[in-house]
């Protein structure tokens, strides 16, 4: 069964483009992975959402995903941007439809 990335980002304003281009280079990295499956990044439409972005991915499997992000080139395209973009990810999978 697959498994769901929920990924929420802080963005400061002003900071869209910066963090639309941060979105990009991490997402072509992650489609180069085995497991990954798909991607997309949504943005809040109303000025009091607490998250302006939302990844929402899938993956084949927890192991998979894992090991894509404790890969040294994950880490060294994120680490710069860990403060910039405070997200808060998590693994979820689906219980209801």
Avoid: C
Avoid at 50 to 69: G, V
Wanted: net charge negative; charged share 25%.
């Amino acid at each position: 069964m697959s498994v769901i990335l929920i990924n929420p980002f802080e963005v400061a304003e002003g900071k869209e483009d910066e963090a639309l281009a941060f979105w990009e280079r991490a997402a072509d990295f992650m489609r180069k992975q085995p497991g990954f499956i798909s991607t997309r990044l949504h943005r809040a439409i109303v000025p009091w959402a607490r998250f302006h972005l939302i990844n929402i991915a899938e993956w084949a499997n927890t192991e998979d995903f894992e090991a894509a992000i404790s890969s040294e080139e994950f880490k060294k395209l994120t680490e710069p941007y860990m403060d910039v973009f405070p997200h808060y990810p998590g693994l979820y999978e689906v219980v209801r439809t």
